[in-house]
């Protein structure tokens, strides 16, 4: 399978890497000439457009930041479907809202192109060691096509169901997240008042029944929240409104997890 990628950041970088590094022929396009330097000793080859990545692809993933980025890489001018041929997929591995995946395969499917959504977790260096989740939602048969290149750079690799679940899974993960971070920096906070570090705390519940990655994720860094609301406040927030825009259309209630998840944002100055 030809593979194409488009999305060389942190973790897309290494998703590439790992894709190049398994032999199978990739091809890059990137909008910085920049993100394209750490492949200059592979043998990966470098498209002057996202429709002439397309042109030379099986499998185009992408790996860009909203849902703005992947309409515009895949349906705007010299995009990915002005390239593709009838039979290719799309795997959308940015983490975006499920309709902007349902309304592009309607798009694709008019040229008998596949789509796939296919968010994942675990960051640059999960992708560099092979060992990223990745949540797919679509058609079986592509997803068996496209499997052996997701295993390049994950592990495990779960199918969910139709087009879309794999977006609802990750938001779902990421509205957890969130309102696990706003619990345990209070629940931090809270020992303070009462007299226990937060150091030692953090340390005793890490051991225990409470322990979480949000917990682990604020002791390393510096015991607060302030860090991590500079390096992802703002994704989560994109993530919390997305899924509560889902549960509102659903009429379904989210509950405690969605009031936990708004105190975090609050907390970390990113009010949803």
């Given amino acids: 399978m030809r593979v194409g990628f488009i999305g060389l950041g942190s973790q897309g970088g290494p998703m590439a890497r790992r894709i190049v590094e398994a032999g199978y022929p990739t091809t890059l396009w990137a909008r910085r000439p920049a993100s394209l330097e750490p492949f200059a000793d592979t043998a990966a080859k470098v498209a002057g457009s996202p429709a002439e990545l397309a042109a030379t692809s099986d499998l185009v993933c992408l790996c860009v930041v909203g849902d703005a980025d992947v309409e515009e890489v895949v349906t705007g001018d010299n995009g990915v479907l002005a390239g593709l041929a009838a039979g290719g997929v799309i795997a959308v591995h940015s983490t975006v809202h499920p309709n902007t995946c349902r309304q592009l395969a309607v798009t694709a499917a008019a040229q008998n192109?596949?789509?796939?959504?296919?968010?994942?977790?675990?960051?640059?260096?999960?992708?560099?060691?092979?060992?990223?989740?990745?949540?797919?939602?679509?058609?079986?048969?592509?997803?068996?096509?496209?499997?052996?290149?997701?295993?390049?750079?994950?592990?495990?690799?779960?199918?969910?169901?139709?087009?879309?679940?794999?977006?609802?899974?990750?938001?779902?993960?990421?509205?957890?997240?969130?309102?696990?971070?706003?619990t345990a920096a209070t629940a931090l906070a809270l020992g303070e008042a009462l007299g226990v570090s937060a150091e030692r705390l953090a340390e005793v519940v890490s051991r225990g029944s409470a322990n979480s990655f949000a917990l682990n994720s604020i002791q390393g860094s510096g015991g607060t929240l302030d860090r991590l609301a500079g390096l992802a406040g703002a994704l989560l927030q994109k993530d919390v409104r997305l899924v509560a825009d889902l549960a509102e259309r659903a009429a379904a209630a989210p509950g405690a997890v969605l009031d936990a998840a708004d105190a975090a944002l609050a907390l970390m100055k990113h009010p949803r």
């Fill in 113 to 182: 192109v596949s789509v796939l959504d296919a968010p994942v977790s675990g960051g640059g260096p999960a992708a560099a060691d092979g060992r990223l989740l990745v949540m797919v939602g679509g058609d079986d048969e592509a997803v068996q096509r496209c499997r052996p290149v997701f295993e390049t750079y994950a592990d495990p690799v779960v199918h969910l169901g139709g087009l879309g679940s794999g977006q609802v899974t990750k938001l779902l993960n990421n509205l957890l997240f969130t309102a696990n971070l706003g």
